[in-house]
């Protein structure tokens, strides 16, 4: 079972930046790929960004790449989601997943309860 916690989102204005973290219960960013969901009102729920289990790989939407980067910190079971140079498309909740000995891509095993970000113009 795992447990993501996901803070830091807010108001920002475009070209601004974030990061946002999640929270994880007990070891699991030793067993699990974590990742990073959002949805937009009115939309589905897309993929963001993600790390496999391993930390070898990282994956990004196309939408966020080089924008957007994700990283861990073990010791702290925290994973991170920085965001720059922010669009007013880039509003939605966002979701910490975490998958199994697995990438969250493109869906996960657990989810966070989801911080919102929102872009103005």
């Known amino acids: 079972q795992a447990q993501l916690v996901e803070s830091g989102g807010g108001l920002v204005q475009a070209g601004g930046s974030l990061r946002l973290s999640c929270a994880a219960s007990g070891r699991v960013l030793s067993n699990f790929g974590m990742g990073w969901f959002r949805q937009a009102p009115g939309k589905e729920r897309e993929f963001v960004a993600a790390m496999s289990w391993s930390g070898d790989s990282t994956y990004y939407a196309d939408s966020v790449k080089g924008r957007f980067t994700i990283s861990r910190e073990r010791a702290k079971n925290t994973v991170y989601l920085q965001m720059n140079s922010l669009k007013p498309e880039d509003t939605a909740v966002y979701y910490c997943?975490?998958?199994?000995?697995?990438?969250?891509?493109?869906?996960?095993?657990?989810w966070g309860q989801g911080t919102q970000v929102t872009v103005s113009s």
């Open positions: 997943a975490a998958s199994y000995r697995g990438t969250p891509r493109p869906s996960a095993d657990y």
